[in-house]
């Protein structure tokens, strides 16, 4: 449980860099995707796990889903540019509507009367958090590309749920930032950009600890915590960010970005019991609450 609060808290702070950083979001991503392969190439060194792609089909696939989490990350740190940390990360939070609502179309799974309200639920909190429905103003396009950065995290996961179920999740997660780096690394000649030290230094952190680490202490912590516990645990996300947002650059959360949000992620949770075998739902809840 440690590891995954770690974890979490890591991924919380990741937001923080999209004001830390100057730089356009496509070389924020680029620089975080090159030092998490970097540190991520040495962490499977350590575990001795082999990097072989064992076709040509996979390869494929792990490249799509570099792609996929390039322009998620890309999209993610824009909205954190264009309008605040809290905006960012609660649009983000809408990641586990999408996953229901698409999960029957991958998997061929009926879709359920709750999974209908719940994506009712979660449609009111993202108008909530629009203080209007003009694309010129700075927290509508903050939402826009928040959910558009939740959506393509959802297909992100569904695709590694459906597609690759035969590699290590440090193998998936290495090879995803190397595609996503690559396919970046051309837009490094078309920005526009000037980079200084300290942006090397912040780059370093979020490619090495918001990423690479992140990603690892999550992956084992959940060799002895349930998928579903870790899922909400999760949702502490966008509460580690706001509060770090609102201490670092004094960025206070409206009340309609507040109700919002804790009605995205009210959802987001309901989502995540409901994945919960039955019987055991009410333990594992009183488990997280104590611990």
Not at 55 to 68: E, H, N, T
Not at 112 to 118: A, D, E, P, Q, R
Not at 195 to 210: N, P, S, T, Y
């Amino acid at each position: 449980m440690l590891e995954i609060h770690c974890a979490v808290f890591l991924f919380g702070l990741a937001g923080l860099f999209g004001k830390f950083l100057s730089l356009p979001p496509l070389l924020i991503v680029l620089g975080r995707t090159v030092f998490a392969s970097l540190c991520l190439i040495l962490i499977i060194a350590f575990y001795k796990k082999r990097l072989t792609i064992k076709s040509g089909r996979d390869f494929k696939i792990l490249a799509v889903l570099g792609i996929i989490l390039a322009i998620h990350w890309v999209t993610f740190f824009h909205s954190i540019q264009v309008s605040t940390v809290a905006v960012g990360l609660l649009t983000f939070s809408t990641y586990p509507f999408f996953v229901t609502i698409m999960e029957p179309c991958f998997f061929k799974e009926k879709l359920t009367f709750l999974s209908v309200c719940l994506a009712i639920l979660v449609c009111i909190g993202v108008a909530l958090i629009i203080p209007s429905f003009n694309f010129n103003n700075n927290i509508t396009q903050g939402v826009f590309w928040g959910i558009l950065s939740g959506f393509t995290f959802a297909v992100l996961s569904l695709l590694n749920r459906k597609y690759v179920q035969t590699y290590s999740p440090l193998i998936i997660t290495f090879f995803q930032n190397l595609f996503a780096a690559l396919v970046l690394l051309p837009f490094l000649f078309f920005e526009e950009w000037e980079i200084r030290a300290g942006d090397i230094f912040f780059l370093m952190v979020l490619g090495i600890f918001c990423t690479a680490l992140a990603h690892t202490l999550f992956i084992t912590g959940l060799i002895h915590v349930k998928a579903q516990i870790a899922s909400i645990v999760a949702g502490l996300e966008p509460v580690y960010g706001i509060i770090f947002a609102l201490i670092l650059f004094g960025e206070v959360p409206s009340f309609r970005t507040l109700s919002g949000g804790v009605l995205i992620m009210g959802t987001a949770v309901l989502v995540t019991l409901k994945q919960v075998p039955r019987a055991g739902s009410k333990n594992y809840l009183w488990k997280l609450i104590l611990k």
